[in-house]
């Protein structure tokens, strides 16, 4: 009785898929644990490839950012095998701050780009405040008819993991090192930045992220602004980049942008103005970005940093 029961939970189980780009890259643990205590089935997309690439490409909107296209290609992979998409509508950051407007429209962007009108979870989240992400998952929760009980749990241990894990990256042992800005998904997407890490790292070129800057230490870099950033990663790159360079604790910047992105054309300009002469290379990707020119301007940069420490 019992094996006809679990063949049965087998057969009918629901599948949820989670395209693996923009704030997956942030969120992953806690994402990863609260799906497997609950033992919900979920489908990941693997690491963004070219197929992935081309796919966001052919279904996202022509001037979108090249994140939003791979985002929509990580959708498209998974759209025949789930039988709900997971895409949060990000209204709010933590401590309150803003995100792009795009992710607002998210849901909206992708449904129409892959033609999915059934099947994927939508709700507004509002990161701030920790009532919001409760009432957030419990509605997915009734969707998948999970009891309100086990949601919690699992929530619980999602934020411990997520608390646990360590953010961002404090290379040691490295000829020079360099702050690298930028948002989370193009930091650590190896397939839209081409490798830039590992790239880095063969010049003897070692990097610290902003996560490794307390919020503290940004928070008194943005304190004598006219007027307080209004968006998450203009405020962390910028009062990362500030402090590290007051702090001589890094022999450049390097700053990875989305091609099209306004925050951080403010944040890259903001950053620029406000350190005075220091060597800051502005990499720009998008999905015609060709790898030997990254190379060539890599190769350039690790040159002067190495000019600079000679003389
Ligand atoms: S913040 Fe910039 S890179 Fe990120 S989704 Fe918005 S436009 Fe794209």
Same mark, same amino acid.
């Given at each position: 009785m019992n094996l006809i029961l679990l063949k049965l939970k087998e057969v009918f189980s629901i599948k949820v898929g989670i395209p693996g780009g923009l704030l997956y890259y942030r969120y992953e643990t806690f994402i990863n644990t609260f799906l497997e205590e609950l033992e919900i089935e979920s489908i990941f997309s693997t690491e963004t490839n070219k197929e992935i690439l081309d796919m966001g490409v052919s279904c996202?909107?022509?001037?979108?950012c090249l994140p939003m296209k791979i985002f929509h290609g990580h959708a498209a992979a998974l759209n025949e095998k789930c039988d709900y998409l997971l895409i949060p509508r990000i209204m709010k950051c933590e401590n309150s701050e803003s995100i792009c407007p795009k992710f607002c429209g998210l849901p909206e962007m992708v449904m129409s780009g892959i033609k999915?009108?059934? $099947?994927?979870?939508?709700y507004p989240l509002y990161l701030n405040r920790n009532k919001e992400i409760k009432h957030y998952l419990r509605k997915i929760g009734k969707d998948l008819e999970i009891q309100e009980n086990k949601i919690m749990a699992a929530y619980k241990k999602a934020v411990n993991n997520h608390k646990l894990q360590i953010q961002g990256i404090k290379d040691q042992g490295y000829r020079f090192t360099i702050?690298?800005? $930028?948002h989370p998904y193009n930091l650590y997407d190896r397939f839209a930045n081409m490798n830039l890490i590992h790239k880095l790292h063969s010049y003897g070129i070692g990097v610290i992220t902003e996560?490794?800057?307390s919020d503290n230490e940004k928070e008194a870099e943005i304190k004598p602004l006219m007027k307080k950033p209004y968006w998450l990663f203009y405020k962390n790159n910028y009062g990362a980049g500030k402090y590290l360079v007051k702090d001589q604790g890094i022999d450049g910047i390097i700053y990875i942008s989305s091609f099209s992105c306004g925050i951080d054309s403010i944040t890259i300009e903001m950053l620029k103005n406000d350190i005075g002469e220091f060597p800051f290379l502005i990499l720009k990707i998008d999905e015609h970005s060709g790898e030997a020119g990254i190379d060539t301007r890599i190769e350039a940069f690790a040159d002067m940093l190495e000019r600079r420490k000679l003389h």
């Open positions: 996202c909107v022509n001037d979108a999915r009108k059934e $099947g994927v979870i939508t702050f690298l800005g $930028g996560e490794r800057v």
